[in-house]
């Protein structure tokens, strides 16, 4: 009897080791023990290197999960992810590359609310400075940020030197900005040396405008960017910076001119301090460079800049929302951000821990602490529900501004217009 007994128990212990092993009850025999790959929409992967970086940091401590990088075009990248997620596409992770597109993927319901698996983590979003909020969309949030640029200054020391001009101080006005690019543009030709370079993107130009605090880009009359729009027009038509439409036709980014030591001053995103030490240490350039803080107005304090964030968001058609959010939290984490901050690239997680990986990355200008400091930061894009067609008209009416295809105030009038019949309709 108690042999009988003994066999029936075994037996039924191993058919329920069986069942549990196929649910993964048992411990050893988990789903985080499965092979899982999760799939995530990047761009310039060639060329960005913290992309991979993290990727490697996090299969490192999850060797059961594999993360596959798919790489888009930087230019087309938020029509493509238009178009592949009305497709149906079922790509794991999407990296949210501005707010226009962020507004676009959650009004369409392509991206899952996160505020569930937040509360669940404990996460506390005060550590993003703000970012957080930025992102959050009637109570809900979809996407975690995980960069937080802020626009600023760089320069090349060797052209000061040349022409024996003092190097940039922090603390620069938009009209000192103009009158030092003068003094330090120089030559012709092919030994041509600009003072200044402004990128053909619009916000090269209208941030500088909402930095008062008292304009926005969401307007219904937007002349109060015709004084930044005049000047920077002047500088180009003086030979002070490259053409605009020259820069369109050519297809020229704002890299190439900058690391031939063609330029002397740009304004650009703190993104590009990765590639510029990047680039060092691989040979690119061989000039010494600095960074100041982002030009202002007059009358405006040292330290107001404008900013953007990168977000991560989770794909509605996913089958691994779990997995998924695992890396993200991840990847917009603390140990995230000191990934992304070895790369000298600057995370929206700022803690001491972090800043001081990123300050003390070699080939760090010594000017960059200083620079980094902030006050103010207004955001590039402030969520609207109509924000991806009012950024389309503003840069409608820059193209047509920079190109003197239209005087600054036609084009500056026109935009207004067709905003204010966007908004009121």
């Given at each position: 009897?108690?042999?009988?007994?003994?066999?029936?128990?075994?037996?039924?212990?191993?058919?329920?080791?069986?069942?549990?092993?196929?649910?993964?009850?048992?411990?050893?025999?988990?789903?985080?023990?499965?092979?899982?790959?999760l799939?995530?929409?990047?761009?310039?992967?060639?060329t960005?290197?913290?992309?991979?970086?993290?990727?490697d940091?996090y299969?490192a401590?999850?060797?059961?999960?594999?993360?596959?990088?798919?790489?888009?075009?930087?230019?087309?990248?938020?029509?493509?992810?238009?178009?592949?997620?009305?497709?149906?596409?079922?790509?794991?992770?999407?990296?949210?590359?501005?707010?226009?597109?962020?507004a676009?993927?959650?009004?369409?319901?392509?991206?899952i609310?996160?505020?569930?698996?937040?509360?669940?983590?404990?996460?506390?979003?005060?550590?993003?400075?703000?970012?957080?909020?930025?992102?959050?969309?009637?109570?809900?949030?979809?996407?975690?940020?995980?960069?937080?640029d802020?626009?600023?200054?760089?320069?090349?020391?060797?052209?000061?030197?040349?022409?024996?001009?003092?190097?940039?101080?922090?603390?620069?006005?938009?009209?000192?900005?103009?009158?030092?690019?003068r003094?330090?543009?120089?030559?012709?030709g092919?030994?041509?040396?600009?003072?200044a370079?402004?990128?053909?993107?619009r916000s090269?130009?209208?941030?500088?405008?909402?930095?008062d605090?008292?304009?926005?880009?969401?307007?219904?009359?937007?002349?109060?960017?015709?004084?930044?729009?005049?000047?920077?027009?002047?500088?180009?038509k003086?030979?002070?910076?490259?053409?605009?439409?020259?820069?369109?036709?050519?297809?020229?980014?704002?890299?190439?001119?900058?690391?031939?030591?063609?330029?002397?001053?740009?304004?650009?995103?703190?993104?590009?301090?990765?590639?510029?030490?990047?680039?060092?240490?691989?040979?690119?350039?061989?000039f010494?460079?600095?960074?100041?803080?982002?030009?202002?107005?007059?009358?405006?304090?040292?330290?107001?800049?404008?900013?953007?964030?990168?977000?991560?968001?989770?794909?509605?058609?996913?089958?691994?929302?779990?997995?998924?959010w695992d890396?993200?939290?991840f990847y917009?984490g603390?140990?995230g951000?000191?990934?992304?901050?070895?790369?000298?690239?600057?995370?929206?997680?700022?803690?001491?821990?972090?800043?001081?990986?990123?300050?003390?990355?070699?080939?760090?200008?010594a000017?960059?602490?200083?620079?980094?400091q902030?006050?103010?930061?207004r955001?590039?894009?402030?969520?609207h529900?109509?924000?991806?067609?009012?950024?389309?008209?503003?840069?409608e009416?820059?193209?047509?501004?920079?190109t003197?295809?239209?005087?600054?105030?036609?084009?500056?009038?026109?935009?207004?217009?067709?905003?204010?019949?966007?908004?009121?309709?």
């Open positions: 009897m108690n042999t009988w007994l003994n066999r029936r128990v075994v037996k039924s212990i191993t058919v329920l080791l069986v069942i549990f092993s196929v649910v993964g009850l048992l411990p050893g025999v988990s789903a985080q023990d499965e092979t899982i790959t799939t995530m929409t990047v761009w310039d992967l060639a960005t290197p913290y992309w991979q970086a993290v990727v940091a299969e401590q999850n060797p059961n999960v594999k993360v596959e990088l798919v790489d888009l075009a930087s230019a087309d990248y938020g029509d493509v992810i238009n178009v592949r997620l009305s497709g149906g596409d079922d790509t794991d992770i999407i990296t949210v590359k501005d707010i226009p597109q962020y676009a993927m959650l009004t369409r319901g392509q991206v609310p996160l505020n569930d698996y937040i509360d669940a983590a404990g996460i506390d979003l005060s550590m993003y400075s703000g970012a957080a909020e930025e992102l959050t969309y009637e109570g809900s949030i979809y996407g975690m940020p995980f960069r937080s802020i626009w600023i200054m760089y320069y090349n020391k060797d052209i000061f030197d040349a022409a024996g001009v003092d190097y940039p101080a922090n603390d620069i006005t938009w009209d000192e900005f103009d009158a030092l690019a003094q330090v543009t120089s030559g012709s092919a030994d041509k040396i600009y003072g370079l402004f990128h053909v993107w090269c130009v209208q941030l500088a405008t909402v930095q605090g008292m304009n926005s880009v969401i307007s219904t009359d937007y002349s109060f960017m015709a004084p930044m729009y005049n000047m920077v027009t002047a500088m180009q003086d030979g002070i910076a490259p053409d605009y439409g020259e820069q369109r036709a050519g297809n020229i980014h704002y890299s190439g001119p900058f690391l031939n030591g063609q330029v002397a001053m740009l304004p650009m995103g703190s993104w590009f301090i990765g590639r510029m030490v990047s680039d060092k240490e691989a040979g690119v350039y061989d010494d460079w600095g960074v100041t803080a982002f030009p202002h107005p007059d009358g405006v304090e040292v330290g107001t800049t404008a900013g953007t964030l990168t977000s991560l968001a989770i794909n509605d058609k996913s089958d691994n929302k779990d997995a998924a890396f993200v939290q917009s603390v140990e951000a000191k990934v992304l901050a070895a790369t000298g690239n600057l995370p929206a997680v700022r803690t001491p821990e972090v800043l001081e990986v990123f300050a003390s990355r070699d080939g760090m200008p000017e960059i602490a200083e620079a980094l902030t006050v103010t930061v955001l590039e894009l402030p969520m529900e109509n924000v991806g067609e009012i950024e389309q008209i503003l840069n009416a820059h193209d047509l501004i920079m003197r295809s239209v005087s600054v105030e036609d084009g500056l009038a026109e935009a207004s217009e067709r905003v204010s019949d966007v908004l009121n309709d």
